[in-house]
T-cell receptor, first 115, second 107 residues
Framework: NAGVMQNPRHLVRRRGQEARLRCSPMKGHSHVYWYRQLPEEGLKFMVYLQKENIIDESGMPKERFSAEFPKEGPSILRIQQVVRGDSAAYFC?????????????FGPGTRLTVT | DAKTTQPPSMDCAEGRAANLPCNHSTISGNEYVYWYRQIHSQGPQYIIH???NNETNEMASLIITEDRKSSTLILPHATLRDTAVYYC????????FGQGTELSVKP
């Protein structure tokens, strides 16, 4: 039973480029959550999605960041025009269908470095 | 979310029980307590959760006081691989990770 998959594991982008981070939830899971961990800081909730719906995006920066979870395929976290402050580890988690679950299963993360 | 308070760090000898405390004095009657851990550079890992009864699974035990104002996560026989940051969370709407307790298991 494969766990949550994230790719790429490491991503280097120059300032101004776009970063696309992918997350494939565990089999049978239809809820996806994205978190960001800045260097030497704690995990911060960004967004909660269900298939084709954004449920809670209260943690998303107002500009340059977007997330989607299409009917088919992985969830995508997109960061446009990256800046150095976007350098962080981005973790995705998933949970089974039903009401919001706090028993979430996390992927290994994508480490974004902006040069 | 109810605010949780944990000691910033703790040490434990390998093979001994690790008892990690958490205060959540403002928790409401329907808020669960969840524990996660994050081993260095890895994604967080769910450990256990409870409402008011003590809970046990293959990873740990969770003891919640009768007034629900505090809880203790117990790792019965800590190993070096249990070295991690442990987070106590009382979520309402989303998981809010605080600073957690950095547990160091020493040989």
């Amino acid at each position: 039973n494969a766990g949550v998959m994230q790719n790429p594991r490491h991503l280097v982008r120059r300032r101004g480029q776009e970063a696309r981070l992918r997350c494939s939830p565990m089999k049978g899971h239809s809820h996806v959550y994205w978190y960001r961990q800045l260097p030497e800081e704690g995990l911060k909730f960004m967004v909660y999605l269900q298939k084709e719906n954004i449920i809670d995006e209260s943690g998303m920066p107002k500009e340059r960041f977007s997330a989607e979870f299409p009917k088919e395929g992985p969830s995508i976290l997109r960061i446009q025009q990256v800046v150095r402050g976007d350098s962080a580890a981005y973790f995705c988690a998933s949970s089974p269908p039903g009401h919001v679950s706090y028993e979430q299963y996390f992927g290994p993360g994508t480490r974004l470095t902006v040069t | 979310d109810a605010k949780t308070t944990q000691p910033p760090s703790m040490d434990c000898a390998e093979g001994r029980a690790a008892n990690l405390p958490c205060n959540h004095s403002t928790i409401s009657g329907n808020e669960y307590v969840y524990w996660y851990r994050q081993i260095h550079s890895q994604g967080p890992q769910y450990i256990i959760h409870g409402l008011k009864n003590n809970e046990t699974n293959e990873m740990a035990s969770l003891i919640i006081t009768e007034d629900r104002k505090s809880s203790t996560l117990i790792l019965p026989h800590a190993t070096l691989r249990d070295t991690a940051v442990y987070y106590c969370i009382a979520p309402l709407g989303k998981l809010i990770f605080g600073q957690g307790t950095e547990l160091s298991v020493k040989p």
